[in-house]
């Protein structure tokens, strides 16, 4: 049975709206509802048309969040009365933003979904620091990884992931890792030195964004110092090295 709506799962991208695609600009502005992410901007938000209907499903870990169950429910019941939804999503829909769970909702109601990618925090994250995620000399490759898993999930193995980039000469890319970065520390620890740099780049790309820059070994210890919260990007890698010689070069001359 076909519907007159369409849900459209839109990437947000990191905050900052000039980051949008122009894909998802035209989106934004063509929907009659939006069902928005918590950590979507209001700038970004500013595009909806003056009668549009923007509902907010805030999903942030550490928060009260609107189940993913209802989230489903309202897509599917927006577009079965004819609206032209969309779903905007902080970075992008398909990196640790849920669109996945989406889509199969979507075609298993029988809903006409696309998808538009958005830039993830990630790669932001990397080039607000000045620094590649991957270069032929100091990383060859690059994994985006959740430091907070589904409840009930089994753990992340972070040891196996520690051997992997040692071995593969990887950079790791950690979401949502703020809070359970001693864990993590400690773990990575079994396979990479205490010296491997280590950035966290705080609301990448917003007002207010915060970089620091320190060590694996010291990496909680900075988080605590630093009091950074979510969100937060942990990239640990040789890559972040240039950053960090040019971190202490600068407390060198200016104390």
Same mark, same amino acid.
């Given at each position: 049975?076909n519907?007159?709506?369409?849900?459209?799962l839109?990437?947000?991208g990191?905050?900052?709206?000039?980051?949008?695609? $122009?894909?998802?600009?035209k989106?934004?502005?063509?929907?009659?509802?939006?069902?928005?992410?918590?950590? =979507?901007?209001?700038?970004?938000? %500013?595009?909806?048309?003056?009668?549009?209907?923007?509902?907010?499903?805030?999903k942030?870990?550490?928060?009260?969040?609107?189940?993913?169950?209802?989230?489903?429910?309202?897509? =599917?019941?927006?577009?079965r009365?004819?609206?032209?939804?969309?779903?905007?999503k902080g970075?992008?829909?398909?990196?640790?933003?849920?669109?996945?769970e989406?889509?199969? %909702?979507?075609?298993?109601?029988g809903?006409?979904?696309?998808?538009?990618?958005?830039?993830?925090?990630?790669?932001s994250?990397?080039?607000?620091?000045?620094?590649?995620?991957t270069?032929?000399? *100091?990383?060859?490759?690059?994994?985006? @990884?959740?430091? *907070?898993?589904?409840?009930?999930?089994?753990?992340?193995?972070?040891?196996?992931?520690?051997?992997?980039?040692?071995?593969?000469? /990887?950079?790791? =890319?950690?979401?949502?890792?703020?809070?359970?970065?001693?864990?993590?520390q400690?773990?990575?620890?079994?396979?990479?030195?205490?010296?491997t740099? =280590?950035?966290?780049?705080?609301?990448?790309?917003?007002?207010?964004?915060?970089?620091?820059?320190?060590t694996?070994?010291? /990496?909680? %210890?900075?988080?605590?110092?630093?009091? /950074?919260?979510?969100?937060?990007? @942990?990239?640990?890698g040789?890559?972040i090295?240039?950053?960090?010689?040019?971190?202490q %070069? $600068?407390?060198?001359?200016?104390?």
């Amino acid at each position: 049975m076909n519907h007159p709506g369409t849900v459209t799962l839109v990437g947000a991208g990191p905050g900052d709206p000039e980051l949008l695609t $122009l894909k998802a600009v035209k989106a934004i502005q063509a929907a009659t509802v939006l069902m928005v992410d918590d950590l =979507v901007s209001p700038e970004v938000v %500013a595009f909806a048309a003056p009668g549009a209907r923007v509902i907010h499903v805030g999903k942030r870990g550490g928060c009260r969040s609107t189940p993913q169950s209802f989230i489903h429910k309202l897509m =599917v019941t927006a577009a079965r009365e004819g609206e032209q939804v969309v779903r905007l999503k902080g970075g992008d829909p398909f990196i640790f933003g849920r669109g996945g769970e989406e889509l199969e %909702a979507l075609r298993e109601a029988g809903i006409g979904v696309r998808v538009i990618n958005g830039i993830t925090a990630g790669l932001s994250a990397a080039t607000a620091l000045g620094v590649p995620l991957t270069h032929r000399d *100091h990383a060859h490759g690059v994994l985006f @990884i959740t430091g *907070h898993g589904q409840h009930g999930a089994p753990a992340t193995d972070w040891r196996a992931l520690a051997a992997t980039a040692r071995e593969a000469r /990887l950079t790791l =890319v950690i979401y949502m890792g703020v809070s359970g970065a001693a864990t993590i520390q400690d773990e990575l620890l079994t396979g990479l030195p205490a010296a491997t740099p =280590v950035a966290v780049v705080h609301r990448v790309s917003l007002p207010g964004e915060r970089q620091v820059v320190t060590t694996l070994g010291e /990496l909680a %210890a900075t988080i605590e110092r630093e009091a /950074l919260a979510s969100p937060s990007v @942990i990239v640990v890698g040789d890559v972040i090295g240039s950053v960090a010689v040019a971190a202490q %070069a $600068l407390r060198r001359q200016f104390g």
